[in-house]
């Protein structure tokens, strides 16, 4: 009813290749995308600069992440050097006099050469042992951009971005930063789409499901991992060069520790390895719950409905945070991505209850 | 199913609770902002810091407000991240906070830019940006108290005032490794050029709870005095370290981080001796401390543990927000309600000579100066307690002022 398969005959093969072969969700992404659009219109501040635009640029994050993960199915945990690697590639090309455009490109190159000498260790290694080689990558990277001042910037270790424009258009304000956000956004989110439909992207998964069986069909396990993670540290580092840019408007070391390596990983499990939406979903879910949870407590607690200490209340959020981890994975360890599956493949043929197949 | 619509409706509406969560601006309260990490690195600080500055804000309400004005803190925990930080600082903002606080260095690190386009006052005691100092370039944030810079200048000249000059004299610099950690390194290598001392660099890796290696070069160094730059639970392992391998705690000089606490871990009897820098004073013996205790803590109004009352980072938290307070002031007098984040920049500008009844040195704001002074004293543990053993004082600001102009400079190019 909702999705109104019957009468949807594709007659060629173009239509029945699309991204949605469906229209229902055609439409779903329209209206997603108009939305996304239209934000600055109806949005107050605060929600587009602290919650959309955010969520935007680490979802992107996360979907450079989940086509490694998911979709090759290399394990990285330094993903967030990898951000670092671009971030201060793009804030030293920038700040050199360069174009914009010039730094997003030689920021995603660098991620990705720097990225691709660790993923060499990928040929050797795998599951575990590829976590240790990935970790030494976040490591090593870390104790380079603090111990070389010409990198990180100094005794205070902070470089803020200097004023730039993309394609003629001045890249200040909360509105063309958030379109800047959004247009990444999207031409990660269509590329991994494309991606996992092509030639490539099955080669991928033919590699992450057993490379050696991989190379008997034909498959050159070791072109095709390599391959990924240039890919990958491509995206991930002008996602780390857009969120130092269009979000933060500083680069510290902080800002790419071993801690937010960890959370990208979380946001591509919680959200579903290898999937599209669930890298939109899980990037919602680690970087908001935290922040939801954190004022609904406030709130409780200037309400007087909660009266503990400070220091408890500071804490129930992250209690809170963990068992939603856990209920989320316990209740579909495919993760978020999987529930809105569930979800749309209930309504596909709403009102029966099985589709057949 | 069923049970999914129930979670979803359940998610939707505790979204929706924190979208109306919005407070109404009342016209006659002033909103301090005060967002920091309860939960990731500066626990060993953000409680009792805390605490100190709402017992603050409490005890002036009680006392009547100013100006038939009261305070209100915005409280909100950060866990240390930049996104989570700018998140409540963009809430704050629109609930019409003037001043924030994010002791958190990531986090005011992130908001420079922000607080200085949106005409807020960020005032970062003892964390965030050293050249920060320099009103010119940065008019929006206040360092209030001696940057790791002005404590470096400090800890070096009480140790030429204990030796009769520091010519020839061996200090080994022992830090996290991290930019806070080597801060004062370039202070110390212009300070070891002009006086003709030795001065040697060690580190140790973050998170400090493992610093064993370290102290055997420093040990094999044979330093005269070591200065420790670490923050929390590195802080006693370096004493504890540095008094097995042979360095008598009285030549042991501490950053401003190191409390009770740490001398307690440490063991109270094995840290007699030890010094640290000192930005604000200690203990319940000063006027405005023992107001706090018969107005706030007595009548139950307290917001936390009646034991931290005191405490080192209490009464720095106390501090913090009597200087704030005492901005407001100034400026209301001046310009009248209701108070912007530009008439609060000038009040804290007006103050001159303030040292919140006796707690701390005599600080002076102008419109270049927002370090205000850079000065501090040398206490000693005396065994129960931290013990003045200097007055306050200011030591080479023209060597900090050079760095303080080098790194705005810096910045200013950079934008």
Redesign the interface.
Known sequence: MFYRLSGVHHTRYETARQLWPIPADRWQVWILLALALGAPLYMADLYLTSYMLPWLVWSAAALSLTLLMGVAGQLHFGFAAVMAIGAYTSIHIARAGWPFEIALIGAGLTAAVIGCVFGAAALRVKGLYLVMATLAMQYLVDWVIINVPAISGGAQATLQTPDVTFLFVPMQGDTALYYGALLWAVIVTVLVLNIKRTSFGRALVAVRDKDYAASIIGVNSFKYKLLAFFTSSFLGGVSGAVLAFCYYQAVTPEQFGFNVSIQLVAMVLVGGLGSVIGAYLGAGFVLLAPIFLTNAMAYAAIQGWLTVSSNLLAHIPLMAYGALIIGFLLFEPLGLAKIYDNIRKYFLVWPFRHSGS | ?RG?FKGLIGTVA??A??VT?T?KTDDDTIKFALLQD??AVYTFVT?EY??GQRDYLTLINEEGGIDGYTFQAL???T??E???G???Y??AR?EGAVLVDFLS??VS??A???VLRDEIVMITVLHG???ASDGTTFPYVFPMMATYWSQAAVLADHIEQNEDGLEGKRIAHVYI???FG??P??VMQELAERKGFEYRTFAYPSPGTEQSATWSDVRRYRPDYVMIWGAGGGQPVSVREAIRNGIAPERILSVVWMAETDARTVGTDVATGLKRFEAVATGTDYPIMERIMETVIEPGLG???SENVGTTYYNIGVASMAVSVEAARLALEEYGGPLTGEKLRDGFRMIEDYDAEGMMPPLTFSEEDHQGGGFGRISQWNGEAWEPVTDWYASYQDIVWE?IEK?AA??RE??
């Open positions: 199913m999914l505790a979204a609770l924190t969560g407070a309860f939960t409680d805390n605490q409280v909100r925990d866990g240390n930049p996104q989570r700018l998140e409540a963009n809430r629109r260095t990531p690190r992130a420079v830019s922000r940006r050293g050249d490794d991290s930019p080597r801060e390194v370039p917001t936390g543990d760095e790194d810096g910045f950079g934008r």
